[in-house]
């Protein structure tokens, strides 16, 4: 479904994504795991579009999207969150919701919707919301939920968007500890609900080896492994780049 291909982006003279190649499956939970300032969010803004590369392919269902905006790829079926989210503050969760769903069917004439597809909208909103079981948080304003509803918001909104592809970055970040795993559950079963497939950036590896089917590690700019999450994490040299262990 995805294939990247021999991807490099330069910042300036320094090189942050070095020939990265790695495909993503139909259905396919990945996590993307790697030290803080390896390029899991400049590889996750490559494949989103809102970054573009110094080199390299990027291919979804076979077709080039390397340098193809962000709202064709959102349009093509690939949506994302963002590391710090970004909600619509002084609108309801549902307004929220609907807005994503505006920005995709909605031909406003006149600055006027016809009445039959505002119903068939709020409809699918509240739907989207009754996946990721907050629909009975529609009618609250973001600041008013907790850090784990405001992350599971955020995930709805970039499903919402008609997304065959989900990139998360770090969805449970800020989320306390004792509500991450109820946080990815809801995501989770959301996306396998759906048939989705994800690409998840994830520092807790107890969540990277519970909801992966596989996992991609990155050092410096380079995909040091790929493979299953238990076995990914047996190597060595993960060891040492993840959790500091000299062998
Ligand atoms: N627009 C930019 N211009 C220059 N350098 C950048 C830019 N964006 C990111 N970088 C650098 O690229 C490197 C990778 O950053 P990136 O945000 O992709 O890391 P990350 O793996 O997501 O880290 P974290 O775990 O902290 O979120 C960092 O050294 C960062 O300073
Ligand atoms: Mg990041």
């Known amino acids: 479904m ?13 090189r942050i994504i ?10 396919e939970i990945v996590s993307l795991v790697g030290p803080n300032g390896a390029g899991k969010t400049t590889l996750v ?6 970054i573009l590369p110094t080199s390299g392919k990027i291919e979804f269902f076979d077709r080039d999207i390397t340098f193809a905006s962000p709202y064709r790829r959102i349009k093509m079926g690939i949506a994302r969150n963002f590391q710090i ?20 069917y909605a031909k406003i004439k006149n600055g006027f919707l016809p009445a039959g597809r505002y119903r068939t ?4 909103a509240v739907n989207i919301l009754d996946v990721f079981g907050i629909a009975d948080k529609q009618d609250l304003f973001p600041p008013s939920l907790s850090e784990g509803d405001k992350k599971i918001l955020d995930t709805a909104m970039a499903f919402a968007l ?14 306390a500890t004792g ?19 994800c690409m998840i950036i994830e520092h807790d590896m107890d969540i990277v080896s519970d909801y992966s089917d596989r996992v991609l590690v990155l050092s410096e700019g380079e995909i040091i492994a790929d493979g299953i999450p238990n076995e990914i994490m047996e190597q060595d040299n993960v060891k040492e780049i993840l959790f500091g262990v000299r062998t």
């Open 121 to 124: 909208i709020t409809r699918e």
């Open 18 to 27: 070095n020939s990265t190649d790695f495909e993503v499956q139909e259905d």
């Open 162 to 175: 008609k997304s065959k592809f989900l990139l998360l970055d770090e969805p449970t970040s800020g989320v």
């Open 179 to 197: 509500d991450k795993f109820k946080v990815m559950d809801t995501i989770i079963s959301a996306i396998k609900r759906e048939n989705l497939a």
């Open 2 to 14: 995805l294939n990247v291909k021999n991807l490099i982006k330069d910042f300036g003279k320094v």
């Open 85 to 104: 989210t970004n909600l619509f503050e002084n609108n309801t969760v549902l307004d929220n919701v609907r807005t994503c769903l505006f920005s995709i």
């Open 45 to 50: 803004n490559l494949v989103s579009g809102h």
